[in-house]
């Protein structure tokens, strides 16, 4: 059996990162239009920058939990029959162990120059002034994240269409199902034919396409899942 699991910030929530959408999460506060866009940041890079430092901390503190874990336990008994899409910058999904998976929405430890294109993975702001600059040209760093009106990766998007368009089960953990492209897969595989499983506590604009909802957060949805497969 091939299985696609697409996951979103809700697999992460039990590890102390907030999701976006829900109460208490970060758009709550927090306008995403006035600092996740290329406009904000040309206005005011620092400031998107005391953002993603923000968030950055509160992921270094956390740590992979029981759905993260889960997923890697699947790849590891499927194989080249698993594949990961992921919407989560957080890298707890690598940090876990999974291996076989796309980030649609880019990863927040990586940084990219925006004069000469150059990109650094793992890069610390820590000491850097705000906005940090280019080692190579000087230019301006920015996180290597999407941001609203920003294209997908091109190759980490098709990949994550071939898994929809090939797989017999399409798995959606903790998304909304709010943001396209990544909220399109789960219909792309169930016009293919895959069954659709839903893991979120609440309903999503996603549950009237899963044939399965368990209704239950990640940690305990993803054990579920595992004694299912
Ligand atoms: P959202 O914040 O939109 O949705 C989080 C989902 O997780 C909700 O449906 C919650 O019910 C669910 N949830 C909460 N706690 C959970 C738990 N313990 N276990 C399972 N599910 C839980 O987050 P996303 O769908 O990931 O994009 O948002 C998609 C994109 O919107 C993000 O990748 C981000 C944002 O704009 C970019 O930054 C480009």
């Given at each position: 059996m091939r299985v696609a699991v697409l996951t979103g910030a809700g697999i992460s929530a039990e590890s102390g990162i907030p999701t976006f959408?829900?109460?208490?999460?970060?758009?709550k506060n927090l306008d995403p239009k006035v600092l996740a866009t290329p406009t904000a940041f040309e206005r005011n890079p620092a400031l998107v920058w005391e953002w993603y430092l923000q968030r950055r901390s509160i992921i270094a503190k956390a740590k992979p939990n029981a759905g993260h874990l889960g997923l890697v336990e699947l790849e590891q008994e499927l194989g080249e029959n698993f594949f990961l899409i992921t919407?989560?910058?957080?890298g707890l999904h690598q940090r876990a162990g999974s291996r076989r998976l796309v980030e649609l929405h880019g990863n927040i430890w990586k940084v990219k120059c925006l004069s000469c294109d150059a990109s650094y993975e793992?890069?610390?702001?820590?000491?850097?002034?705000?906005?940090p600059r280019c080692r190579e040209c000087g230019g301006l760093i920015r996180p290597a994240v999407v941001w609203f009106g920003e294209p997908l990766p091109a190759d980490a998007l098709e990949t994550a269409y071939r898994w929809a368009q090939n797989c017999d089960l399409f798995v959606c953990i903790?998304?909304?199902?709010?943001?396209y492209p990544a909220a399109h897969l789960p219909y792309v595989a169930k016009e293919a034919g895959a069954q659709v499983v839903e893991i979120n506590p609440k309903e999503t604009k996603l549950s009237p396409l899963a044939?399965?909802?368990?209704?239950?957060?990640a940690t305990k949805g993803v054990q579920e899942l595992l004694k299912m497969i």
């Open positions: 959408r829900d109460e208490g999460g970060l758009w919407q989560n910058v957080d793992d890069y610390s702001t820590e000491s850097a002034q705000l906005p903790g998304t909304s199902g709010e943001v044939d399965l909802c368990i209704r239950e957060p």
